[in-house]
């Protein structure tokens, strides 16, 4: 058993791992869209970029969670180290679409060892304390994000697309060399026939049995699919329309990830508690229809004025759709079947961050409105496919307390 003082250290390792992972992955929001648009002249790759690290992190995160069952944790954690500072390494080196596409594969396919590194805390740690430990995860999800993009305009900024690049695939060998010399193997007793599944087919299936469930996954769905129509034209966006350079559109993600960290971490609880999930994810998806909608028609010169205030309150409005998503799906599931899932939901909703950037980027090359407007609909039918999913559920409930023995 490990001591107090080498569990903190690995946790940091774990830490660092997951927020190295995002750090990288945030590095290039500000500045891959505007170079792959430039590389190619058309903002239609930019979303098959994007969507290739989304669909190969779909693909390996159930994978490499069977792998480590059958391997252990540490080794799939080290070679998707490696393997990511590969990937950053080659996007440093791309001059050209093809190599750009294989580097972004790469990384998309390691990154998908978070579902790793949370399952060995899980190991490390007691019960009472794995809700804590696997806070320090999201922690990480939410630094990454908030420093990763102003970081990566500033690297491209005073020195090019290249060292981008090249400082991320630093900080992943750097994490290698830590968690080789820290991280201990955590399951002593390795499973050599777990299952190594690319997409758990028979899983979902079992999960949609329950229309409820299957309509909770869908307008979830929908709901990052409309979003990522917006996030992935917002930095082509900024640039054309107000002029914002990399270093600019760095510090505009770094304030909507301060500003989501910041609801999410004072007001959710207490929105939940005053106005119910049920409220919470109706209310997001037509506020979030009037908000992308704002965003695409400021006018130019009308970004700190504009711009900005409708981007924090976007962090307000979006914060708690997912969590209270969520919060139903729990109620909905099986206590014991819980797990498996929550992971299906999640790893269901990166199918709509493979989606949404295709689709946003195609539109945006007819005309810069067109995904803000077509986000803006998706989501107001999102809203009512939303209302009818909480009459039923309230109805399912009135049934059972009305059956015999289902409540008094």
């Known amino acids: 058993m490990s001591t107090p003082r080498s569990?903190?250290?690995?946790?940091?390792?774990?830490?660092?791992?997951?927020?190295?992972?995002?750090?990288?992955?945030?590095?290039?929001?500000?500045?891959?869209?505007?170079?792959?648009?430039?590389?190619?002249?058309?903002?239609?790759?930019?979303?098959?970029?994007?969507?290739?690290?989304?669909?190969?992190?779909f693909l390996s995160t159930p994978f490499l969670g069977g792998l480590s069952d059958r391997i252990g944790r540490r080794p799939v954690l080290l070679i998707t180290l490696v393997a990511n500072s590969l990937g950053y390494l080659l996007l440093g080196f791309s001059e050209g679409i093809v190599l750009l596409f294989i580097a972004r594969m790469i990384s998309g396919m390691a990154s998908g060892n978070i579902s790793?590194?949370?399952?060995?805390?899980?190991?490390?740690?007691?019960?009472?304390?794995?809700?804590?430990?696997?806070?320090?995860?999201?922690?990480?999800?939410?630094?990454?994000?908030?420093?990763?993009?102003?970081?990566?305009?500033?690297?491209?900024?005073?020195?090019?697309?290249?060292?981008?690049?090249?400082?991320?695939?630093?900080?992943?060998?750097l994490n290698f060399l830590l968690a080789y010399f820290i991280l201990k193997e955590s399951i002593p007793q390795k499973t050599p026939d777990a299952p190594l599944k690319l997409i758990p087919v028979s899983d979902y299936r079992e999960a949609f049995k329950d229309r409820l469930v299957l309509r909770i996954f869908l307008i979830n769905f929908l709901y990052v699919g409309a979003f990522f129509l917006f996030q992935v034209c917002s930095t082509l966006f900024w640039e054309e329309h107000f002029g914002l350079n990399e270093q600019q559109r760095g510090y505009a993600f770094a304030f909507l990830g301060i500003s989501t960290a910041v609801v999410q971490g004072l007001l959710i609880r207490r929105l939940s508690a005053r106005f119910g999930d049920e409220r919470l994810l109706i209310a997001g998806n037509i506020g979030m229809a009037v908000i992308l909608l704002g965003l695409g028609l400021v006018p130019p010169g009308l970004f700190l004025l504009l711009e900005l205030p409708l981007i924090a309150l976007m962090a307000?409005?979006?914060?708690?759709?997912?969590?209270?998503?969520?919060?139903?799906?729990?109620?909905e599931t099986d206590p014991r079947k819980?797990?498996?899932?929550?992971?299906?939901?999640?790893?269901f909703g990166s199918l709509a961050r493979v989606v949404g950037p295709i689709v946003g980027t195609s539109l945006?090359?007819?005309?810069?409105?067109?995904?803000?407007?077509?986000?803006?609909?998706?989501?107001?039918?999102?809203?009512?496919?939303?209302?009818g999913l909480v009459r039923d559920?309230?109805?399912?409930?009135?049934?059972?307390?009305?059956?015999?023995?289902?409540?008094?």
């Not at 559920?393 to 008094?408: D, S």
Request: charged share 10%; with cysteine.
């Open 7 to 57: 569990g903190r250290s690995m946790s940091l390792v774990l830490f660092l791992t997951v927020f190295i992972d995002l750090l990288g992955f945030g590095l290039v929001i500000p500045i891959l869209p505007n170079y792959i648009r430039d590389l190619m002249g058309s903002e239609v790759w930019v979303g098959f970029a994007i969507a290739l690290f989304s669909i190969m992190q």
């Open 116 to 173: 790793v590194a949370q399952a060995y805390l899980i190991d490390v740690t007691p019960p009472e304390r794995r809700s804590g430990a696997l806070g320090l995860i999201g922690a990480a999800f939410g630094l990454g994000f908030i420093f990763g993009p102003p970081a990566g305009g500033l690297i491209m900024g005073y020195f090019g697309f290249a060292y981008v690049g090249w400082f991320a695939a630093c900080l992943c060998l």
């Open 316 to 331: 307000i409005v979006n914060g708690p759709v997912g969590p209270s998503s969520l919060a139903l799906l729990s109620r």
């Open 338 to 347: 819980q797990g498996k899932v929550v992971g299906l939901y999640q790893s």
């Open 364 to 387: 945006y090359a007819t005309h810069y409105l067109i995904p803000f407007f077509t986000a803006s609909v998706l989501l107001l039918l999102n809203a009512r496919w939303a209302f």
């Open 393 to 408: 559920i309230k109805a399912r409930h009135a049934n059972e307390v009305g059956q015999p023995g289902g409540g008094t």
